[in-house]
């Protein structure tokens, strides 16, 4: 491909002058820093600046600071409401789809019966699914039985589209513990749920903590799915509610910038908390492929 | 070539066809089935005369009904293939698998051969447009590109005539948004590589060094023939991540100008969720959409078979 061509040249360089070289990698990677870095830098400082201000100048440092965006598009932006559903529908949908998830991967992995084969296919098929492709069907039927505008009629498509890739997920980690395990406790006396609750479920730690963070940062961050199957305020989440800065209020820059900032801030503080698991899980989550 | 027609039940068949026009084509149907009224053409019903005249009033009211139909499906056929938003979603594509791929390639070598330290920094970087919501990253950059955004005074500093057009001219509002698909993405790509890199084993890579086989043979014979099926599997997500871009789009410009940024996603939603809904075109957009993806699937599989996999 067009990157191996590059690579071999910049390499071949090597050999005569390896510092020079390293030099201008490390100039590669701090532009790429800063060209990451310099729009949020931009939005955060124009934040800061009156709508006049900032029309006046759009690059500068802001001078005098002003923080009366902040709360101004707090409250145009009903942003109380919008945190809160949004936490809502994110540690539901995650909690859910770990409980169902794992519970199905056991059963796939541990209880063995003539529908195993079948059922764990139908789920896994899921993962090539698009949402695009069943938009249409899932906003009529949630209109047919009544959940359209509901938290409900949110919540189950959002814990159905997590589900496949955690029951992949989790049977393969499940088929790793050893049969030996279940069979000793079962000779003890354990049931299926004493089985899952006391020796599964802590033993999956690992995939788990990366399931999380692949639904944690998918609900967060969802946008379609909601558009179409929420339009009252009440129950909107993050991304919906911002999206109503660059329609309507697009002229109000100070605004504008003011509510971009406050939906950026939890997602990276979240990613500055757990940037190596979510990394992890990311690579992970696309080995699925 | 194809053409997809709605049947009575709104269900699309692909009717294999050839227009020498339009190339490939498919086509849509009329929106759902319209009930012509026929009570107007019965005038009678009682006595036998009535019964025989109502009865030859059903079968023309019948056949009426056929050919209004058969006309209507004649009439609305629309090319998904020669369509913007298939365009322009080709184009996210290239970039994609073109850009964002090797550009994530080098990157993640660059870091695994620990040419440049502070790897977990630069790691971290690279990443973080991944992890905001993208809705933010399209509003921010409509503001940034817009006329009276940051971008004109950039560009202002350079030449003080500069006018920025980007986001207002049909030809030009492709590239922005191909930057900032460009920006967002790399990150994801270069982590997946470095993950995949970090599996193979130093020991071997050493080995390859001390037979004598300079960076550029290590790279070639070693580090690209180990990760051919990564190479592959990122291929695959590329594509199918593009084929199903949205939100990105549908925040920073909405499709415009001029339809110029639609890609099928969006065009699918336009008709499905704006104004009078279409289902039908809606459900045949998605269809090609799954359709399209899986073809390019088996392009990138054939294209690894042909040259990749020399392990």
């Not at chain 1, 911002?242 to 605004?255: E, M, P, Q, R, V």
């Not at chain 2, 996210?92 to 791929?101: A, D, E, K, P, W």
């Not at chain 2, 790279?219 to 871009?245: H, M």
Request: proline letters at 4%; a positive charge.
């Amino acid at each position: 491909m067009a990157g191996e061509n590059n690579m071999g040249r910049e390499i071949r360089h090597k050999g005569g002058a390896a510092l020079v070289y390293r030099f201008i990698m490390y100039i590669v990677f701090g532009i790429i820093t800063f060209l990451t870095i310099y729009p949020l830098l931009w939005l955060v400082l124009s934040s800061l600046k009156t709508t006049q201000a900032f029309q006046m100048d759009r690059l500068g440092l802001p001078n005098p600071i002003f923080l009366k965006n902040y709360p101004l598009a707090w409250k145009i932006g009903h942003f109380d409401i919008l945190f809160s559903n949004s936490v809502f529908y994110t540690v539901t949908t995650t909690i859910a789809v770990l409980v169902f998830s794992f519970a199905a991967s056991f059963a796939f992995a541990k209880i063995p019966s003539r529908f195993t084969g079948f059922l764990h296919g139908s789920f896994i098929i899921g993962i090539l699914l698009t949402l695009q492709s069943i938009m249409v069907p899932l906003f009529l039927m949630t209109n047919a039985v009544g959940l359209y505008n509901t938290r409900l009629g949110i919540l189950i498509p959002y814990i159905g589209i997590g589900l496949p890739m955690g029951i992949y997920l989790g049977t393969e980690y499940i088929k790793s513990i050893p049969d030996a395990l279940i069979e000793s406790a079962r000779i003890e006396g354990a049931g299926y749920l004493r089985i899952f609750f006391s020796i599964i479920a802590p033993m999956t730690k690992p995939v788990a903590m990366t399931l999380a963070i692949i639904s944690f940062t998918g609900i967060w961050n969802e946008f379609m799915l909601i558009n179409i199957l929420a339009s009252k305020e009440a129950i909107k989440s993050l991304p919906v509610g911002i999206l109503k800065f660059s329609g309507a209020l697009a002229t109000d820059y100070g605004k504008q910038f003011a509510a971009l900032s406050i939906g950026m801030a939890p997602m990276l503080a979240f990613y500055a908390l757990f940037h190596k698991q979510i990394t992890q899980g990311v690579s992970a989550g696309a080995v699925k492929g | 070539m194809v053409w997809i027609m709605p049947s009575r039940w709104g269900i699309y068949v692909p009717i294999p066809t050839y227009t020498q026009r339009n190339g490939l084509l498919l086509a849509i149907g009329e929106k759902k089935e319209e009930n012509v009224d026929c009570r107007h053409l019965t005038t009678g019903s009682s006595g036998l005369a009535g019964q025989a005249r109502s009865q030859l009033n059903r079968m023309l009211a019948g056949r009426l009904r056929r050919a209004r139909k058969i006309s209507k499906l004649k009439n609305r056929f629309i090319s998904l293939l020669y369509n913007r938003s298939t365009v322009f979603n080709f184009l996210i594509i290239l970039v994609s698998v073109f850009g964002q791929i090797p550009i994530g390639f080098a990157l993640a070598y660059i870091l695994f051969r620990r040419i440049v330290r502070y790897e977990g920094f630069f790691q971290t970087m690279t990443y973080l447009p991944n992890t905001i919501s993208t809705i933010v990253i399209g509003v921010m950059f409509q503001s940034f590109f817009s006329p009276y955004g940051a971008f004109t005074q950039l560009g202002k500093m350079i030449d003080p005539a500069f006018e920025n057009t980007l986001m207002l001219n049909p030809n030009m509002a492709m590239i922005p948004v191909l930057l900032v698909i460009l920006w967002m993405y790399t990150g994801y790509y270069m982590i997946i590589f470095l993950a995949n890199m970090q599996k193979i084993d130093q020991s071997v890579i050493e080995a390859c060094r001390i037979d004598g086989a300079n960076e550029f043979q290590t790279l070639r014979y070693l580090i690209l023939p180990a990760l051919s099926g990564v190479i592959v599997t990122t291929a695959i997500l590329a594509i199918s991540g593009s084929l199903k871009s949205f939100d990105l789009i549908f925040a920073m410009t909405a499709g415009n100008p001029a339809r110029r940024t639609s890609v099928l996603s969006l065009y699918m939603f336009d008709n499905a969720f704006r104004g009078a809904p279409d289902y039908p075109l809606a459900n045949a957009i998605s269809t090609f959409m799954v359709v399209l993806s899986f073809l390019l699937i088996i392009v990138v599989r054939a294209v690894e078979k042909r040259f990749g996999g020399r392990e």
